[in-house]
C-alpha cells in the first residue's frame, strides 16, 4: 500500500469517529480532515523516530496517528474529556500518553526528555487561546527544538511582521524577541470539519539561542504601554515611563510611531527600565 493510500485510510476512519463526536464551541473545536493538509504538516515537522514530541489539542487524532507513524512515543495534551477517552481507546498507551487538561495550564517543562534532547511541540491551536498560548509556551522556549503550530493566518501575520507593518504589534516584538519565525503554508477552510470562518496558515516557530539580553518582564511593559496607543508617536505612548531625553539617550526617536521601532530598539528601552528600577 502506498503512503497516498495509507494516509486517505488513515484520514477516512478519523472522519468516521468524527461523525459521533460534535465538535464544541468553547473548546474552540475545527478538526482538520484534508488528507493533503495532513500531509503537508508532516512533512513540514518532519518527525523523527526519537523525537520527544508534543502534540496539544489532538481532537479525533488524525494528525496524531501519522505523528506515531514516525515516532516512538508521543505525548499528547487535550482538555475534551471525551475526546481523551477516545484517544486512549484508539492507541497503544505506552506509545501515546495523554496529557488530560488546559495546555495553558500545562507544565511542558514535565515531560522527560533524554539527554541531550529537546521537546518538538505541534497542534493545531484553537483561535480562542492561541495568543495566551503562544506567551505561555515561552516559559520553556529553553527546552524545545521547535514549534509547528496551525493557527489563524491573521496571528501569524502579525506573529512574523516586521517593523513599519500594519500587523507589526506587542505579539510580533514577544515572540521575535524569543524566536525565528517562518510562515510556512496557508490552509482554507475547507481543509476543517466544520470549516472555519477564516483562512489558517502553518508557523514555525524555532527558539533563538541567544536572545538579546533583557528582562523579560521589562520588556513585556514597555511593548505594552507603546502599543496601547498606536496612532500616537512614541513619546506621548510612553509617557510617565520615559522622558523624551530618556528616549533620545536609548537612541530612540521620540516622534516615531510605535508600530516602526525595531526589537532592537525596545530591547534597549526595556533594559533602560530596568536600570531606573534598580
Known amino acids: 500500500m502506498g503512503e497516498g493510500s495509507i494516509v486517505t485510510e488513515t484520514v477516512d476512519r478519523f472522519r468516521q469517529i468524527h461523525m459521533k463526536h460534535i465538535p464544541r464551541k468553547r473548546f474552540g473545536q475545527n478538526f482538520l480532515t484534508d488528507q493533503f493538509v495532513l500531509q503537508d504538516i508532516i512533512g513540514t515537522i518532519d518527525p523523527k523516530p526519537d523525537d520527544t514530541m508534543v502534540e496539544i489539542g489532538p481532537g479525533l487524532g488524525a494528525m496524531t496517528a501519522l505523528l506515531m507513524q514516525s515516532v516512538k512515543q508521543l ?8 475526546l481523551v477517552t477516545r484517544l486512549q481507546k484508539k492507541f497503544d498507551q505506552s506509545r501515546l500518553i495523554v496529557h488530560s487538561g488546559d495546555a495553558l495550564q500545562f507544565d511542558f517543562a514535565s515531560i522527560p526528555v533524554a539527554s541531550e534532547r529537546k521537546l518538538r511541540i505541534v497542534g493545531n491551536l484553537p483561535y480562542n ?3 495566551p498560548l503562544l506567551f505561555h509556551l ?3 522556549a529553553p527546552q524545545v527544538e521547535d514549534q509547528h503550530f496551525m493557527l489563524q493566518k491573521e496571528v501569524v501575520e502579525r506573529m512574523v511582521a516586521a517593523p513599519g507593518s500594519k500587523t507589526y504589534g506587542r505579539l510580533s ?4 524577541w524569543r524566536y525565528q519565525m517562518e510562515l510556512r503554508f496557508i490552509v482554507p477552510p475547507t481543509a ?5 470562518r477564516v483562512d489558517s496558515a502553518i508557523v514555525r516557530m524555532v527558539p533563538l539561542a541567544k536572545p538579546l539580553a533583557c528582562d523579560q518582564m521589562a520588556l513585556e511593559q ?4 507603546a502599543f496601547s496607543q498606536r496612532r500616537k508617536v512614541l513619546r506621548n505612548c510612553v509617557a510617565g515611563m520615559f522622558s523624551e531625553n530618556e528616549l533620545i539617550d536609548a537612541g530612540v526617536d521620540p516622534q516615531m510611531r510605535p508600530e516602526t521601532i525595531s526589537l532592537e530598539k525596545f530591547v534597549a528601552l526595556a533594559n533602560r527600565l530596568t536600570s531606573k528600577s534598580a
Open 75 to 82: 505525548h499528547v495534551v487535550e482538555l475534551d474529556r471525551d
Open 129 to 131: 487561546i492561541s495568543s
Open 138 to 140: 515561552t516559559q520553556v
Open 173 to 176: 516584538v514577544m515572540l521575535q
Open 192 to 196: 476543517f470539519d466544520p470549516p472555519p
Open 222 to 225: 514597555v511593548v505594552l504601554k
